[in-house]
């Protein structure tokens, strides 16, 4: 239901296995489902995380808001039990069931105890397969939704991601919330739920992390029961965003103390070449820590902010180059310019090696600390799949951080930083700062 | 994503519902008295060292509100022999992360790293508990941080404003009543001397806990404990750390806090009422499943009748913070659903609550309860920083190592009728504040 944030992908990038003792199985079912399976039988749980790929971004013309509200009602009435018998029967397995959606897919998380797993994957199969979407569950949570909304319309934060969004992508459905607007939601109907339903929950689009005490043939037995009977084939997923955008500055104005802000410029892509140079520039420059060039200038040494750093921002269907500070109204025009400086100065002079080698140091140190906790564990197969990354990457990641060279990240950052093209978003009463012309 | 040191206590409003997986806990005390926790996972290579002092917001003196998080942020400054900033960059080229949290009962620094570092974080950390050495330009730049979080976490959030102004109210002569980050007009006076007072007061081994949770043995803590923490000496001049206290309360407070940037207005209730105590934990014990009966979810009871049969609110909950070294909130909120009123809510829930006390509690969600706790403890052994936290705060609050270890058989054994009792006990409105957050007013 919550938009996860769009750095989720950035972060798994940090965060993929590597040299801890992660043993992936690969699990092949009948039914034609792959998965991937850590086993550990030293506590008797497993974690399940399934994605549908394509999300909220799926959501047909007009029906803004259907997959994200469908999503919320999965949980809400399944088979014969209503909302509350449906809760019910989970809690009193001490099961965890969860389900959100973001503009690249639709994610289903659980936890089940070894001792009642078949009736633990029986609940989670019929919010799946026959959720009820009955008219007072539709209603009930068609108004938290619109409560959503209204409340995302008063949010710094929200207010500078959703125009962020909207200058970036342009006409895509990334341009958009995913939660729909008070309109589009109040006309969705239960035949709109139901096609959502339809366009997402499919077999062809299904990604599968599972740790924990099970075995290869318990886990296929399970996916073929709880995803086998699904549609083949979902909706077709949407083209690829135009990101093309102009540098420059844009106010929100809000009556608010403190001016939020995100910034972004073109971003680059996964499978490209460069892009291990290219998140060891960012760490330099924005990036994991209090370490990095932007922490230091605009924190420690002028005390502009609590926080600022950038990230890859890497979806399925557009990359961008993403940043966020907030700064008194005051102050956030000093605090635009010193980033400014900051990127100018990077992609002109490139970073000194001392910088890089401690960013790979970290980069490669941090890298096998991710692998504690089957919940964890399963996210990151999951994602790792999702960006199409081959089971053995784990093996190999740390080699592509340390091929890494200072020449490499110059050159990088000559030819990705931007700094005219880098545009800030500003929500609050900036003192200083008015909209640039559009160009 | 970057270092933020976090205030804890407002994000950690939920119970902590589960008990602790003993046979991974080890602990014991140095002989400066300072105590040691170690919870043991060897499943993956990861250790996070700990150091949690009891010192927290409610212990600052009065008029230098927000100085405990204040030093908390100077700690990363120099010492005598780190530069500033060397201790996070050093933990960073080690492929770890480090960073520290203030509430009001504590003060917390922690590194995930490594777990061959363990000596490494212990050295530098035993080094700042004594030796760090400040400059004027630190305390100006770092103050306009904290005033910068300020401004992000409380003055662009009118329910953290509205959150302060209900403290404020509930705590008649306790320190509770003041924010953690603390007031806007003090934070701007703080100064060296303020940080440097609080930090020579509380910053010493027998006012410390050292928690280390992950890959690691309770020999090989120890050793490294003597080594880098065990030299350090006790300050013999460490205050009873005793506080001003509630006074019987006796006057219902009501309170309307108006924003334009409200949305969703809101009702909301908080009761002062028991926290856990060593040796008596069994009132809290019920309190806690008081907050998950009425509140817990779509099961609960606020949640059935305000929600599902009276469709009055969009969203109900309740809360309810056990571990606290003095008297803590019992929370219940309710959020009307647009064509109701705040009044019209805030007398549902009061019906809602009424008729609780009549109707008294669902044996099925009890059982519920009781059994999702005690799966927590299965579920808590793959997060072991977790338990980790948990010793922490206890430790912190007033609590021993038994009274956490004892814990889980307290809740299993609590009863209806304790529940009952810990209701009508909890819901007296004379200690009692009622808050609207409401829009502001459409002028015509």
Redesign the interface.
Known sequence: MKRVLI?IFA?LLYVLPVS??VDIKEVKTEGGLTAWLVK?Q????M?LEIRFRGGASLDAPGKRGAINLMTALLKEGAADMD??EY??AV??L?ASISMGVDDDALSLSA?F?TENRDEAVALLKAAIQEPRFDDDAIE?VR??VL?GI?????K?DELASRAMDRIAFGNHPYATSLSGTLESVAALTKEDLIQAHSSVLARDRIYIGAVGDITEEELSVLLDDLLGDLPATGAPMPPAAEVDFAGGVTVVPF????S?TRFAQRGIAQDHPDYFTAIVLNHVLG??????RL??EV???????????S?LANKDLGDIYVGAV???ND?IAEAIEVIRAEWEKAASEGVTTEEVE?AK??L??????R?????RIANIMVGMQLIDLPIDYIATRNDRVDAVTVEGVKRVAGELLDPDGLHFVVVGQPVGLETTPAN | MFRLTAIAALAALFPVLAGASDEVVTTFTLDNGMDVVVVEDHRAPVVQHMLWYRAGSADEPIGSSGVAHFLEHLLFKATDTMAEGELSSTVARNGGRDNAFTSYDYTAYFQRVAADRLGLMMKMEADRMKNIRLTENNILTERDVIIEERNQRTENNPGSLFGEQMNAAQYLNHRYGVPIIGWMHEMETLDMEDALGFYDIYYSPNNAILVVSGDVTPEEVRALAEEHYGKIPANPELPVRVRTQEPPQTAERRLVYRDARVAQPYVRRTYLAPERDSGAQEQAAALVFLSEILGGGTTSFLTEELQFDQQVALFTGSFYRPVSLDDTTFNIIVAPRPDVTLQEAEDAMDAALAKFLETGVDAEQLERIKFQIRADQIYARDDVDRIANRYGQALTSGLTVEDVQAWPDILQAVTEEDIMAAARDVFDKRASVTGWLMREEVTQ
Not at chain 1, 364 to 369: D, S, V
């Open positions: 750095s972060v801890a003792s550990d030293s506590i008797p749980f974690a909302s509350r809760t019910r809690e009193g001490a936890r105890l009930r108004a938290q409560s209204e409340s995302d319309a008063k710094p009556e608010t103390p403190q939020v990036g994991g820590s209090s370490e990095s922490m230091d924190r420690a040494k002028r005390g502009l902010t609590y926080g600022v750093y990230y907030s700064s008194a102050r401690n140091t970290y490669t140190g941090a890298y096998p600390l692998f504690d906790g089957n919940g």
